[in-house]
């Protein structure tokens, strides 16, 4: 039973240190890709770029993300700090 409850307290805790992680996907000439997909592998979750390249996604320091789109190569990003407290700026390049 203390095992179960010590992985439950492990997995609620690893989500509280989640945050709002905010960023935006370009193609190679500067413009942000409408429904580009990122994903953030550690915790199953995927958001889609709005129309303008933005997304906000749940992640914390040391998830790892993973940026794509058709006909674009794919991009993964380990988090650090400054990518949590700035943001996230990522580059897409056509295939």
Known sequence: MKFYLLFISCILGSHLHAQLVKGVVKDDFGMGIPGALVQNLN???????????????RAQVGDSLKFAFRNYTVQYLVLNQQHVDKGIAVSLFST
């Open 43 to 57: 915790q199953d979750q995927q958001v889609l770029t709005d129309v303008n390249g933005l997304f906000t996604i």
